[in-house]
């Protein structure tokens, strides 16, 4: 029988509007993907870069961790920042009295409640559009 043994990772989930990803963040070196790509290749730009390094730089992390994630859903924007999100939650559970104060300054476990405004019945198309009314 095979004892059940703790996995090496930290899991979690991050949303943004539609999009969801879910990490695991390993101790150690390694290459950091998303959806079996790296990173740099799936959310280029430096934009971008900006986004999803920021938790490892609150940690100081970005030599001694690295991270797996798969996103679904949303737009690029969304999911960079989901990503980011999930990756924060995964550190604070990894290490919560050490890493909770600095992504909380920087306000990476805060989920990002904003999103799309249904399209209401009887609106000219869009959710807050008027439909026009006839000048006589």
Do not use: C
């Not at 730009?45 to 797996?68: H, L, M, Q, R, T």
């Not at 990756?87 to 559970?93: G, L, N, P, R, W």
């Not at 009887?122 to 559009?129: D, E, Y």
């Amino acid at each position: 029988m095979t004892k059940n043994k703790k996995p090496n990772y930290t899991y979690a989930a991050g949303r943004r509007r539609t999009a969801i990803a879910r990490a695991r963040i390993f101790f150690g070196k390694g290459i950091t993907t998303v959806n079996a790509k790296p990173i740099e290749e799936y959310f280029p730009g430096a934009v971008n870069k900006e986004i999803w390094s920021k938790p490892f730089k609150a940690v100081e992390g970005s030599d001694k961790y690295y991270a797996s994630i798969k996103v679904e859903g949303g737009g690029l924007r969304g999911q960079v920042e989901a990503a980011a999100h999930a990756i924060a939650k995964a550190f604070t559970k990894e290490n919560r009295e050490q890493f909770r104060t600095p992504l909380k300054k920087l306000g990476l476990l805060t989920r990002d409640s904003r999103i799309r405004e249904r399209r209401k019945v009887g609106m000219g198309g869009k959710a807050r559009r008027k439909k026009q009314s006839p000048k006589r």
